[in-house]
């Protein structure tokens, strides 16, 4: 089928209009280059949007919150895979990435007594300091300033698929990026953009887990296989964040977020279906260690029949001190959370009198495109740039979290990396010389022309449902090495019926050739997570082997697994060696955070007077006085 083809000229193109995307095409706009952003939904509607809206931002309540403690935080947390040149990126630039935020119009709630933004009151799970700042409408204050960032000024295209980076391979180097192809659905054309620079922040892959997921449809793997494809390295894939507690049913709900392990209180504790406590100190733990608690209960035959366990948050409410308190807490720091809750299980599930039934769903990937701290991609020696011009931040690029994600963090990661993808991207472009090079561009787009006259076969929409049960099923929360058999043998029978699938010849809004595209890039990101999840024979974080034991943070050594396109079109694995962090700067960590679970354990086991009131003094201490009238005003206004 022939379809038209317009050409246009950019300094840099940004793939994905979400956190990462927009805090990008504003940064290298600013920095003076030319910008086109191609967003496959309407610009401020991704992830951000539907976020509960919590940023993480140092020495927001204390000074003793030093960019080396926050760095720290975030490698311990990822069991060393993070990379130290990034995590100093993150910390170092959370504060200025806020106020960017603030300057695109977000409002935090604010603390007016010293005229500061507010700082939720516990840390959230994983973080060693109170550093969470919240947003009374959530997500949708920040969606709506990212979307203020880019209109202004910058051009963009919405209902737009980007399709390829298009690079010139050089034998004696790098390659380099010309530009890249797009299919604007919206009005039934290719658009091919010759460009030196190209940021990917096109968002992560939980779509590929669908319905399992709390995230928005858009997230079908697009980064990494667009990296991939353009000869950059992968890291980390075997590294899916799974939220622990997402909703079981009823069937309109599931996968949404009925909680973090903060949300569990002092008190909370994850039950089996017999009602046996499977983990305790559930607020002081990581997303990894919850989910990998409810999983392996699951396997062990003690989980319910919708394959989960109960989240029990009744002891945090049934003391009368600390029990408004606690229920402040909740109606403030995720409002958006609770009024879910109410609408899918009652008020008594939104009183917490009674256990909720959840299990994992897929949030974020954490593995990404291998890059250094100002996100150029990155070969074996750190030094060894695979192709010149591209960029990645946001979801798109590995580094930052390796097998944990801190709560609250990736709005602040969006918006850090973003700016500083953007600034790259935009240097480079006034420096890069002209290569038109319109055949490399033709060849490309033929391929995909070709696909838009495919007779007979499968709609390309089954077989996306077809990956998504085998995803959940063999790469999901829980891995087996007979299961990642079973799943690549999948994924090859499901490549060969999509080359034949039936995909109608029409250009404009091809619903049928959208889900090929998506469906092809799902099976690209989704045969790199079964490679990195073979490679990693023992459980890691957020990486759970069954089959296989447990890697020691404490003597093992760490590495990232790396993913990358061989010479074949096959896949290469190798290892990157990362540094572990110093026994003495490890040993306190893991001292310090026995201690607070202890103190919880201990907690539990007080007599009920005595536990109220160490609790009330301990909310009273960040949170003022809480009166029972206030405590029924907040829920009555989520109820409304």
């Not at 793939?15 to 940064?27: D, N």
């Not at 990661?413 to 490399?440: L, S, W």
Request: proline share 4%; charged share 25%; net charge negative.
């Amino acid at each position: 089928m022939t379809i038209e083809t317009e050409w246009r000229d950019y300094d840099v193109i940004v793939v994905g209009s979400g956190g990462a995307g927009s805090a990008a095409a504003h940064a290298a706009s600013e920095a003076g280059a030319k910008v086109l952003v191609v967003s496959k939904d309407p610009i401020g509607c991704s992830d951000t949007k539907i976020a509960e809206g919590i940023v993480t931002v140092r020495a927001s309540a204390g000074e003793d919150d030093t960019e080396e403690v926050l760095a720290e935080n975030l490698r311990i947390a990822g069991s060393d895979l993070p990379t130290e040149d990034i995590t100093a990126a993150f910390a170092q630039d959370t504060q200025d990435a806020y106020e960017w935020y603030r300057r695109q119009g977000v409002r935090p709630d604010m603390d007016h007594k010293e005229d500061k933004p507010a700082v939720l009151p516990i840390a959230l799970g994983g973080h060693t300091k109170r550093r969470s700042i919240g947003h009374q409408n959530g997500g949708l204050a920040l969606g709506h300033a990212l979307w203020n960032a880019v209109v202004q000024g910058i051009d963009y295209l919405e209902d737009a698929w980007f399709l390829d980076v298009v690079t010139e391979e050089n034998d004696d180097g790098p390659d380099e990026v010309l530009g890249g192809l797009i299919y604007d659905a919206a009005r039934g054309v290719f658009v091919a953009v010759r460009a030196p620079s190209v940021v990917i922040a096109s968002g992560g892959l939980s779509t590929m887990y669908f319905p399992k997921t709390d995230t928005m449809r858009g997230n079908t793997g697009d980064s990494y296989a667009l990296a991939l494809r353009a000869g950059a390295d992968l890291v980390d894939m075997e590294q899916i964040q799974f939220l622990p507690f997402c909703m079981t049913y009823p069937p309109a709900y599931e996968g949404l977020l009925a909680g973090e392990p903060v949300t569990a209180g002092y008190l909370g504790v994850l039950r089996d279906k017999d009602g046996k406590v499977i983990l305790d100190s559930v607020m002081l733990r990581t997303r990894a260690e919850c989910s990998a608690a409810i999983v392996r209960a699951v396997e062990a035959g003690r989980g319910t029949e919708r394959d989960g366990c109960y989240l029990d948050l009744t002891g945090n409410v049934d003391l009368p001190k600390s029990g408004p308190y606690f229920e402040k807490f909740l109606h403030t720091a995720v409002s958006g959370v609770m009024a879910t809750v109410r609408q899918a299980w009652g008020k008594n599930a939104a009183q917490c009198k009674e256990m909720w039934e959840v299990r994992p769903g897929a949030h974020y990937a954490m593995g990404g495109m291998r890059v250094n701290s100002d996100c150029v991609a990155i070969g074996d020696d750190g030094a060894d740039v695979p192709v010149r011009g591209l960029y990645a931040a946001g979801q798109a690029m590995g580094g930052v979290f390796g097998s944990n994600r801190l709560g609250s963090t990736s709005l602040s990661e969006g918006a850090i990396f973003g700016a500083r993808a953007g600034r790259g991207a935009a240097a480079r472009a006034k420096t890069a010389r002209t290569k038109p090079q319109e055949d490399r561009f033709e060849k490309r787009l033929a391929r995909y022309a070709d696909a838009l006259s495919h007779d007979g076969g499968d709609a390309p929409a089954l077989l996306v449902k077809e990956l998504q049960a085998a995803c959940w099923n063999f790469i999901g929360p829980a891995r087996t090495e007979d299961g990642l058999d079973t799943f690549d043998a999948a994924v090859a029978q499901l490549r060969d019926r999509a080359s034949k699938a039936a995909i109608p010849a029409d250009a404009l809004w091809n619903q049928s050739f959208i889900e090929y595209l998506e469906l092809m890039n799902m099976l690209d990101t989704a045969q790199a997570v079964s490679l990195a999840a073979r490679d990693r024979d023992h459980s890691l974080g957020a990486h759970v082997r069954l089959d296989g034991g447990q890697t020691s943070t404490l003597f093992g050594q760490p590495h990232s697994v790396v993913v990358r396109r061989d010479s074949a079109g096959g896949y290469a694995v190798s290892h990157a060696a990362r540094p572990k962090t110093p026994l003495k700067r490890l040993l306190p960590h893991m001292i310090a955070d026995a201690k607070r679970k202890l103190s919880l354990k201990t907690l539990r086991m007080m007599p009920a007077g005595m536990r109220d009131n160490i609790i009330e003094d301990r909310y009273r201490s960040v949170m003022g006085e809480v009166s029972r009238e206030d405590v029924d005003a907040k829920t009555e206004a989520a109820a409304a």
